[in-house]
């Protein structure tokens, strides 16, 4: 996994972008009342190059809107959001995105759904996508028994596996993940934390993540961003040592961080 | 080894147990029918008895059995040309919004034209052969077809169609690796629908091409027998097109489960 990747440069790839989003709105038509609902309102982020940030909020704080914001998939109405300065479009392949279900695709095994993106965006050859499949399916604690599994045959842990993989098969130098463990049980939660951990580790590149559970956000990142009424209501850096492992969560630095960062919620909702 | 024996013989149970119930019915029908004949003393051109009508099956299996393979052949082609006519529609529906809102009107048009209506223009247009009742099974069987497949492609994740995006997946990616895919088990829906029609399809349009001796069909048989009032074989002529209905049934069954069963079992289509 030391190699160059295909698609990005080694500089970038050593780096991972930068996300730069300045004035952001994001406003739905409510149908029932027939109002403008504001989304996202003039919300200013900076996500520095190569650092795992955790997007934190309560429900419809707007957190998933901005992800999909950044990925281009929810089109904004006002602002501008770049990536290493570049627009969105341009940056595309090199952005990977995990929904919060598996979204796989049904007819098709588990490897073959690895390989999708790369049959999707590359000009590499069946064996090539074949291989680098393999690699990462192992990575994720795939056995080969289960690759040709179709994936109604897979557990929910599985298919979850599976979707990470496949977003980390083109080797993005920026990951988005929209609450992708909020179906999981606590247990599994916690396994694949630790494996996203080591995953990101990895390869050092720039990661965004939503979520509405706080241990999760302490457990994964360097920076939370909290977030209330489509705006970042306070950024908070995560004083916990880098090298992670599941011991963390049962020390006393861990409780006491999670205290403070409960009590950032609690303010912002009472704002 | 005598391990795997033992499933065997319980999967064989658990495959002829659902079986039991309808087979009750269907014995219970027949004794129930046979007692009527006895009792109310039925003449047998009204209702021929259960033993009449197998023996007029067996004296007339060869002209059953060719009628048969004509409208099953018939029904088959039929029903071939809606699967494939009616995919192509479909995909093209997919396609374009200013297609659909054009044509769908005159696809329902297709499924509310009384058949029996313009079977006599398909003949006098077509003359009277095989090609007229495929054409009649294919405008009886297309609509389910269409309109399930249309929404199978049309009725995509929404999570899948962002993923598709996110890649900078073409147009054409997009419809060939993810639409007609996922389209697959609507079509069979469909098919399932149309595989009976396509067979009622063939028998009318056989009923209206008559007994010109050029064709001779279930429904061209069972014309002739009516004429003759020979109900018992008319009665055996009704069973054998039930048949092939559940022919038709089975073989798209068989089919999704096993080539197509990749496509279909996220759909769930085996709860039956």
């Not at chain 1, 419809?60 to 627009?87: E, M, Y």
């Not at chain 1, 695709?105 to 499949?133: F, G, H, Y």
């Not at chain 2, 087979?23 to 004949?37: D, F, P, S």
Request: hydrophobic share 50%; aromatic share 6%.
């Amino acid at each position: 996994m030391k190699e160059v990747g295909f698609l990005q440069t080694a500089q970038q790839r050593r780096s991972g972008p930068a996300i730069e989003c300045s004035s952001v709105s994001v406003s739905f038509l409510d149908q029932t009342t027939q109002t403008e609902r504001k989304i996202l309102d003039r919300l200013d982020m900076q996500v520095p190059a190569g650092s795992v940030v955790a997007l934190l909020g309560q429900s419809g704080c707007g957190k998933s809107t901005l992800l999909r914001s950044i990925a281009g998939l929810q089109p904004i109405q006002t602002g501008q959001i770049t990536i290493n300065d570049q627009t969105i479009d341009a940056t595309r392949k090199s952005m990977s995105f995990v929904f919060q279900e598996p979204a796989l695709l049904p007819w098709r095994t588990a490897i073959e759904n690895v390989c999708l993106p790369l049959e999707l965006q590359s000009d590499l050859k069946r064996v090539e996508i074949q291989n680098r499949s393999i690699q990462l399916l192992a990575s994720v604690g795939f056995t080969p028994a289960d690759h040709d599994k179709l994936p109604p045959q897979l557990s929910g842990g599985m298919k979850m596996r599976a979707s990470l993989a496949r977003a980390l098969v083109t080797e993005p130098t920026l990951l988005l993940l929209d609450e992708p463990f909020a179906a999981l049980d606590d247990m599994l939660r916690w396994r694949l934390n630790e494996m996203l951990l080591d995953l990101c580790r990895e390869l050092s590149r720039t990661v965004l993540f939503v979520t509405h559970n706080i241990a999760e956000a302490i457990f994964l990142s360097q920076k939370i961003a909290v977030m209330h009424r489509g705006q970042i209501a306070q950024w908070i850096d995560n004083p916990l040592p880098l090298a992670r492992t599941s011991e963390l969560r049962s020390t006393t630095e861990f409780a006491q961080f999670y205290g403070q960062i409960s009590k950032c919620l609690a303010q912002a909702g009472s704002l | 080894m005598h391990k795997n024996m033992q499933p065997r013989k319980n999967d064989w149970i658990r495959f002829a147990r659902p079986m039991l119930p309808p087979l009750i019915v269907l014995l219970l029908v027949i004794a129930m029918w046979q007692a009527c004949i006895a009792i109310l003393k039925i003449h047998p051109i009204l209702l021929p008895s259960p033993i009449a009508v197998w023996n007029a099956l067996w004296t007339e299996r060869a002209v059953l059995g060719r009628a048969t393979l004509v409208t099953g052949a018939a029904a088959l082609c039929g029903l071939v040309a809606s699967i494939i006519l009616g995919a192509i529609i479909a995909v093209l529906f997919s396609q374009s919004a200013k297609l659909r809102s054009a044509l769908y009107p005159y696809v329902i048009f297709l499924q509310t034209v009384p058949i029996v209506a313009i079977a006599p223009l398909l003949i006098i247009w077509s003359g009277n052969n095989f090609r007229t009742i495929v054409l009649v099974s294919v405008i009886i069987s297309i609509f389910p077809i269409i309109s399930n497949t249309t929404a199978g492609l049309m009725s995509i994740n929404e999570n899948l169609r962002d993923l598709f995006r996110l890649n900078g997946a073409t147009r054409w990616q997009t419809l060939l690796k993810l639409r007609i895919p996922a389209a697959v088990s609507h079509l069979v829906l469909g098919t399932r629908i149309s595989c009976g029609l396509a067979v009622i399809g063939a028998i009318v349009g056989e009923f209206f091409v008559g007994n010109s001796g050029a064709y001779d069909g279930l429904g061209t048989v069972m014309t002739q027998w009516q004429g003759r009032q020979y109900t018992s074989a008319l009665m055996a002529a009704v069973l054998a097109s039930t048949l092939l209905g559940v022919c038709f049934f089975g073989s798209i069954n068989l089919l999704s489960r096993t080539l197509l069963r990749r496509w279909t079992l996220a759909a769930n289509l085996e709860s039956e």
